[in-house]
């Protein structure tokens, strides 16, 4: 993965989207972003991204992707599907939910015992692999926090979930590749440990001490 270049569509260009982006193109993938607004509204930002950035629609977003990353407010979700041209376009496509599931913050929805990610699954092709990653992140730090040459267990944590072991293996390999240490915390069953109001939510921990958080909360088992 480290050497590949891949073809990343970016589903939004807030603070998440534009910051992974940016990461992804000094990694020497192709970035396809996209947002509500359409093509033209991303030139000036493409722009400033520089090689390798296309503006797109997002249809043509996920058309082109290996993988995709959703970094839309969380109500927007459906509207973004149905601008992709449907559940079935995101079939065995690597999709990241980078979501959380505010309503109006810092209220989040009641998700009837499921996680955000189990969520964003059902309403997409059954055959979609998603993988909760960059959700935990504070935008700051993802900005600013990459250390592409340190070891592992001396940068910056970003917790994933997924129930396809392919599609985090290949997640956690680009999230190593942009200068951030992949934690993986299992299947999406588990994703609520990666959600708003988790002990390490929006905190800058290194694998070390990710690991001890959960320790200390009773889920060191994960």
């Known amino acids: 993965m480290a050497s590949q270049s891949l073809n990343i569509g970016v589903l939004g260009s807030g603070n998440i989207g534009r910051n992974a982006a940016i990461h992804f193109l000094k990694a020497g993938h192709t970035v396809y972003l996209a947002n509500s607004r359409g093509p033209e509204s991303l030139r000036e930002a493409v722009a400033e991204l520089g090689a390798g950035a296309r503006a797109a629609t997002v249809a043509d977003a996920v058309g082109r992707a290996e993988i995709v990353l959703i970094a839309v407010p969380w109500l927007a979700k459906e ?6 041209g449907g559940a079935g376009v995101f079939a065995g496509k690597i999709v990241i939910d980078a979501m959380n599931p505010y309503t109006e913050y810092p209220a989040t929805e009641d998700l009837g015992g499921r996680t955000s990610s ?3 699954a059902s309403l997409l092709s059954p055959t979609a692999r998603v993988v909760k990653a960059f959700n935990t ?8 926090a990459a250390r592409p040459g340190a070891p592992l267990d001396q940068r910056i944590a970003i917790p994933i979930c997924g129930d396809d072991a392919d599609a985090r293996e290949k997640v956690s390999s680009l999230i190593e590749t942009i200068g951030f240490a992949p934690v993986d915390m299992g299947s999406l069953a588990v994703g609520g440990l990666q959600e708003p109001e988790q002990p390490f939510y929006n905190k ?15 889920r060191g088992a994960v």
């Open 79 to 84: 509207k973004t599907i149905d601008s992709a």
């Open 118 to 120: 189990e969520i964003v």
């Open 137 to 144: 992140i504070y935008f700051q730090t993802l900005a600013d």
């Open 204 to 218: 800058d921990f290194t694998p070390p001490e990710l690991h001890a958080e959960l320790e200390r909360i009773g």
